[in-house]
């Protein structure tokens, strides 16, 4: 098994040391090459002996042994190390396997990972038998350790959640608490229990991660005291020069659903900041189709376009990530006992790979994928097609409530006034009203309101993504809505659009309901066509794919739909409960 992300073994480590005397070869050479030495913030010139997954040595001594020894003619490159992306969301219709091995292809070879699904989609002791097959993934995969579940949950689901937070905190894989959506809660509700798991992730000596929109210097100075390390909330360059002046390390976003990235670096030009020590990038768990030029590298090349320093643009994505989380004696530099995670340049100025090693294996060369061979237990370790063992019928949508939810972008709802018939069994195209429904994937309970702004014509969309692992229901008609419940039931969880009694496009998600097997650039293409039957059904936002996650994220103003009922997100108040089937 790959130990590289916690030790090596002894034997491992004497092998390491022998290369150096020439009592073993190194497995391979990358010669006459320049490189970057994150420590001196210098492009040197030499080589690269690598044993396997770890970097030997770099500088202008050769091998004495060379038995067997790949070597690599390095001078028309240059190379600089794998990037972190520190802030991955592993679940928007990928999965971690499929998001690590593209991840790795366009350069960003680390990733550190949500663990919310695992704790809504099986058995920790499973999800714990996941984390160790992760190692063999080409890319470094580090976790969370959630605190909360962004949703409120029913009284068991939520004791269920709650028993697991201290067994991911202690977890060698798990490198960071967080993020901690509920911080409210922690500093003007007197949540003692978050408190408690905040302090016993900083005696683990592990940072803790905050997310704190818009907040106010007073705010970001009181959870600073309350232990939290770093915010990646930023959205102006003034938000960024605030949470650097308090002390945070400062994620700044690139993202599907906040692109700011290219307006912070134009403030912060305007601002004469030249220092970037404690900056790093993240793309935040964007839905597949942003990806389609890769992560980190894009957040790179816009740093350089911008006219931040070359070797600034690249220790925000290596260095600066890895010091920050305490592994940099693991990821984020090209020096001796790091992991091998090289990227081979053709410019500094461009920064997506055209050769790639990760963990000392080629995954890309001269332009040419490699697939990795290995394959995860999914269906061992809990994660299954979605089986539903119970049916929905009419009697379960009862549309009475006064209070719908008005979609103002991809992600925040306000409240408004239902003034329409909703015992019809066709809302009115004139309008941009539609029915939704939450309803337990158990089929124990269901909340029932209408949503406006999401379509104005389209018959049903029925889906299993959603931020709880619950099933959303969203459209015009009652009659298309069962159909596309019923093929979403068959084809065992995923999206399915359904109009006048037709399936006009269905996405599986086979792992859990909520993660496609797809490899990426495939999942890419089904993405595109999803946003493009939901723009001619009259979706006039971005990302429906965020909608769906986070139609009952209560960290979003102003009105969630929720296990709870529909809630009003600032006074964490039911308005109108969940019914019981």
Request: with cysteine.
């Amino acid at each position: 098994m790959n130990e590289t992300r916690f030790r090596w073994r002894n034997r491992q480590l004497r092998e390491h040391a022998s290369v150096m005397d020439g009592t073993h070869a190194p497995t391979k050479l990358i010669k006459h090459t320049t490189y970057l030495n994150v420590y001196l913030k210098q492009w040197m010139t030499g080589h690269i002996w690598l044993y396997e997954d770890r970097i030997i040595y770099t500088g202008s001594e050769l091998p004495a042994n060379l038995e067997g020894t790949e070597i690599i003619d390095g001078k028309d490159s240059y190379i600089v190390p794998g990037y972190i992306e520190p802030h991955a969301h592993p679940f928007q219709l990928y999965n971690p396997r499929s998001l690590a091995e593209y991840a790795a292809r366009t350069g960003t070879t680390s990733l550190i990972n949500d663990n919310l699904m695992w704790l809504f989609l099986t058995k920790k002791e499973k999800a714990f038998s996941l984390l160790e097959e992760f190692m063999d993934l080409p890319a470094t995969m580090y976790w969370w350790a959630r605190f909360d579940p962004q949703s409120v949950l029913r009284d068991e689901e939520r004791e269920a959640f709650d028993e697991q937070v201290v067994s991911w905190i202690e977890h060698d894989a798990v490198i960071q608490g967080g993020e901690l959506t509920a911080w409210t809660d922690v500093l003007y509700n007197g949540d003692e229990q978050i408190l408690h798991w905040m302090q016993e992730t900083k005696r683990a000596r592990k940072p803790l991660e905050a997310h704190l929109p818009g907040a106010s210097e007073k705010t970001l100075v009181k959870m600073r005291l309350l232990g939290m390390d770093s915010e990646h909330e930023s959205m102006t360059a003034d938000d960024v020069i605030k949470r650097l002046s308090v002390g945070y390390q400062t994620g700044i976003r690139y993202s599907s659903i906040r692109p700011d990235l290219p307006e912070i670096f134009k403030g912060l030009k305007e601002k004469n900041h030249t220092h970037y020590d404690h900056l790093m990038y993240t793309t935040d768990g964007s839905t597949p189709g942003f990806y389609r030029e890769g992560l980190i590298n894009m957040c790179i090349r816009l740093a350089i376009e911008a006219g931040v320093p070359v070797i600034d643009a690249y220790m925000m994505a290596t260095y600066q990530p890895a010091r920050h989380f305490n592994i940099e004696n693991r990821v984020g530099s090209i020096n001796s006992g790091r992991v091998a995670h090289l990227n081979f340049l053709k410019d500094p100025k461009d920064p997506t790979p055209h050769s790639v090693i990760a963990k000392g294996e080629w995954v890309k060369r001269d332009g040419e994928d490699i697939k990795p061979e290995n394959s995860i237990q999914w269906k061992k370790n809990g994660i299954d097609h979605l089986n539903l063992d119970w049916e929905m019928n009419e009697h379960d949508m009862q549309f009475s409530m006064p209070i719908g939810m008005e979609m103002i972008n991809d992600v925040i709802m306000k409240p408004y006034a239902i003034d329409l018939d909703a015992s019809a069994s066709q809302l009115p195209d004139d309008t941009d009203e539609a029915f939704l429904m939450l309803m337990d994937r158990e089929g124990k309970w269901t909340v029932n309101t209408l949503l406006k702004g999401f379509t104005d014509s389209l018959g049903a969309l029925a889906s299993s993504y959603s931020n709880t692992g619950d099933l959303i229901l969203i459209g015009k008609s009652r009659s298309d809505i069962e159909k596309a419940f019923a093929r979403m039931k068959e084809i065992g969880g995923g999206i399915v659009l359904v109009d006048q009694g037709k399936i006009l496009f269905e996405l599986p998600l086979p792992l859990g309901g909520i993660m496609s097997d797809l490899p990426l650039e495939d999942l890419m293409q089904e993405e595109s066509k999803l946003k493009e039957y939901l723009k001619e059904y009259g979706f006039s936002f971005s990302d429906p794919v965020y909608t769906l996650l986070f139609l009952s994220s209560m960290h979003l103003p102003y009105i969630r739909i929720t296990p709870l009922g529909i809630m009003d997100v600032k006074k964490k108040e039911v308005l109108y409960p969940s019914i019981m089937r």
